[in-house]
């Protein structure tokens, strides 16, 4: 059984900086894309960054120049490093990724989601 674990979420102030980590686990062949996405209350989810099997990023206009996504592929694992935070970056923070579990099939797994709070 494939899951996505993920860490890092927390309160922060105004400007301060987390880092989200997302770790896929149980049998995992190979992953695809992988990326962020967040939901603040009211809002629909939308995505924040992601990157590509071959390391492409892209990133959400709102969060360009103050976030990073980087990816370990030998542990399975995608970062999001978030500097300069604002309160409306406020928000439950989801990892997604596109998922080999089995061979020559693939499907998205959605992690459970870490609350990212900054105050102001």
């Known amino acids: 059984q494939v899951q996505l674990v993920e860490s890092g979420g927390g309160l922060v102030q105004a400007g301060g900086s987390l880092r989200l980590s997302c770790e896929a686990s149980?049998?995992?062949?190979?992953?695809?894309?992988m990326g962020w996405y967040r939901q603040a209350p009211g809002k629909q989810r939308e995505l924040v960054a992601a990157?590509?099997?071959?390391?492409?990023?892209n990133y959400a206009d709102s969060v360009k120049g103050r976030f990073t996504i980087s990816r370990d592929y030998a542990k399975n694992t995608v970062y999001l490093q978030m500097n300069s935070l604002k309160p409306e970056d406020t928000a439950v923070y989801y990892c997604?990724?596109?998922?080999?579990?089995?061979?020559?099939?693939?499907?998205?797994?959605w992690g459970q989601g870490t609350q990212v709070t900054v105050s102001s």
């Open positions: 997604n990724a596109e998922i080999q579990f089995r061979p020559g099939l693939f499907r998205d797994y």
């Open positions: 149980g049998i995992v062949f190979s992953i695809n894309d």
């Open positions: 990157t590509t099997r071959g390391g492409s990023t």
